[in-house]
């Protein structure tokens, strides 16, 4: 199983609000097309009285989030321990997303706990699957990846201040 790389996304929304369902709507169009898969999402409500509501959705099934964790699991056990750290971190990541969910209840107290009260934040993990072909290529050409980072429009501000300063 080849995966694209994982993005962890964390988003805020201050208030009461009633969520219609278009994010999680456009999460599934991306998923339809193959763009991005939703490996865990975490969404942590705290009402005004600090009353806590968590939900979670995932896009794997229990087979795709059990090789999925495999394949994190193996990777890590291969930096960890080499060849033999990869087979037991395989079996590890397996068993650690038996339930679907690479997020668990700890994570939902931790970002409860990080949130203020009247307020809502979410915790994504998102593969983007539009990658993997393009990794590949890039690997069956020879190539090698040098850098791989995300530029915000705030990182480009951030550039656009620093040269207004020289």
Known sequence: MAIGPVQLLVV?????????????AELHRLREHDIVRLVDLMAVRKDVDGDVEAIQVSDLSE???????????????????????????ALAGAEALEDRHALDEQDA?????AIP???????ALLEHRWAIPLREKILEAGGTVF?????????LVAAGVAAAKE
Not at 63 to 86: D, M, N
Not at 147 to 155: I, K, L, M, T
């Open 12 to 24: 805020g929304f201050e208030g009461e609000r009633e969520f219609t369902g278009e994010i999680l």
């Open 63 to 89: 087979e795709q989030a059990e090789e999925f964790g495999a394949v994190v699991g193996a990777l890590i056990g291969f930096g960890a321990a080499g060849e033999e750290g990869a087979e037991a971190g």
């Open 109 to 113: 107290w931790y970002l409860a706990d």
């Open 117 to 123: 009260n009247d307020s809502t934040a979410a915790v």
């Open 147 to 155: 850098a791989d980072e995300w530029v915000h429009p705030s990182d």
